[in-house]
């Protein structure tokens, strides 16, 4: 399985990305994904997260209201719609796949994203 994340590159702050991470190969249809940003210097944390089941979703605190999360399972892709930008979004943003039936977990390459005031 591989993880391909697209779609970063740089916005002013108030504008708008939309990440997409696209899986190829055999994953369960149990799955949850995530999106992940670190920033220079600091850990990689969790931004949001999309359940398989009832496509319930999860948002860290300071991303609420401005981040969107979302998947299209016909086509294995996960999106993250990311609007009133802030320069602290800055960072490198990666997807992660846990695929519960398989039990195996799989991260993607990472998009940069940079965002300036």
């Known amino acids: 399985v591989q993880l391909q994340a697209s779609g970063g590159g740089l916005a002013q702050t108030g504008g708008s990305l939309r990440l997409s991470c696209v899986a190829s190969g055999e994953i369960s249809s149990r799955n949850t994904v995530g999106w992940y940003r670190q920033a220079p210097g600091q850990p990689r944390d969790s931004v949001a997260l999309?359940?398989?089941?009832?496509?319930?979703?999860s948002y860290v605190e300071d991303v609420k209201g401005r981040f969107t999360i979302s998947r299209d399972n016909a086509k294995k892709t996960v999106y993250l719609q990311m609007n009133d930008l802030k320069v602290e979004d800055t960072g490198v943003y990666y997807c992660k796949l846990w695929d519960w039936g398989r039990m195996a977990a799989y991260w993607g390459q990472g998009t940069q994203v940079t965002v300036s005031s």
């Open positions: 999309i359940m398989d089941d009832d496509g319930s979703t």
